[in-house]
């Protein structure tokens, strides 16, 4: 079971694409990236991290505003209130600019009653996150911005949405690419006849577009970080034993928890701490080799086992004196050396291993050449959440027909009321279809 952010990915994100969703007029693009640079600052999430690294570049300061009241939900985003920033735009233009390898749109998709009064306030309430956590503080997501966010999911990146002062402004893509080994991995890990599956808190559209691109066929995404090691337990129970193979701190538990831990050597010390194996390059192959030197391990210690059961049941007898009618009589110097010769054979043996050559890369390669290939979305198997719904390929003609007549809503800029579903509870998403269901598979 792997991990997907900075385990199957290089766990070094990048924004892409920074699209605003308020007119220039009302929220200049500066002060949006200073507003959630200084929010996502405060944050020790990946994706934060990398929004915060970007805000920065692009306003050509290290030091941002204030945050306080700051909240991390897990699997979902972050609020805050971030005040003191008007500093960093005092002489910067309000012209349009875009960030370096990324576009910038700016768009009207809000209606006019979303505007904010012409005087702005000094400290600003900010939320970042994914659909459930806006949808959870009363936002709506029309459906030009579900199509714009659903555009870079289907490609592995992770949009993020923002919303300043009650209004939906900006949507953030971010990508993080896949290591150039990981494809190799899982394939040799199937090839030895080991199941490979993706665990992720991260949008199903994004784990499965990763998942396709190195070949899983089988993940479990919108996974919270305490629901993974009752995942892990799950499949313990189903009688699997599992491998867990992840680099954060969300991912220790589920590391103790499975029957063996392998932690990325790069990854945080509180999931070294829960390992079991702790792999110091950050190289999925190494994952390979550690299975390959356990099996070695294993089959040199039912060796020996097997070669002191042989060499008591022959010793024993010949010391006890079972063979002096026909003149066999073991010396008790010769039963000493034979003692330590048992002790000493079997060290030996097991110092063999110490010439074990891990496979190189290049063997790996000869052996899946012309036999790697891209999966189908539809080879994938997507899971959500801890209870693990699967998603069909449509739901049922009946659904549709109900969140039709369910939804109260009336469409708005193109949004049809089926993608107007109001949340059902906690966890709306896993347990109800939503207009995510009906629009992309």
Known sequence: MFDKTGTITNGI???????????????????????VGTAEASSEHPLGMAVTKHCKEELGCDLLGYCRDFQAVPGCGISCRVSNVEHLLQQQSEERFLLPGATTDESSLL??????????????????????????????????????????????????????????????????TVKPESALAVFTLNSMGIEV???TGDNRRTAKAIAAQVGIRKVFAEVLPSHKVAKVQELQEQGWRVAMVGDGVNDSPALARADVGIAIGTGTDVAIEAADIVLIR??????????????????????????????NLVGIPIAAGVFMPVGLVLQPWMGSAAMAASSVSVVLSSLMLRMYKKTSVELYEARALGQMKSLRSSQ?????????????PAPPAGAREQLSQSSGVPPSNGLSPINSVPVQGRYSLLDHWTAEDLNVL
Not at 380 to 392: E, V
């Open 282 to 311: 950050n190289d999925l192959l190494d994952v390979v080799a550690s299975v390959e030197l356990s099996k070695k391990t294993v089959r040199r210690i039912r060796t020996n086992f097997v070669f002191a059961l042989i060499y």
């Open 197 to 199: 599956v993706m665990i």
């Open 380 to 392: 994938i198997s997507t899971h959500l959440g801890l209870y693990g719904q699967r998603r069909s």
């Open 13 to 35: 994100p990048r924004v892409t694409r920074v699209l605003v969703l308020w007119e220039i007029a009302r929220m200049p693009l500066r002060k949006i990236l200073a507003l």
């Open 111 to 176: 209606s006019a009653a979303e505007a904010t009064p012409a005087v702005e306030p000094m400290s600003y309430s900010v939320l970042i996150g994914n659909r459930e956590w806006m949808r959870r503080n009363g936002h709506h997501i029309g459906a030009d911005v579900d199509a714009a966010m659903s555009s870079h999911e289907t490609k592995g990146q992770t949009a993020i949405l923002v919303a300043i002062d009650g209004v939906l402004c900006a949507m953030l893509a971010i990508a993080d």
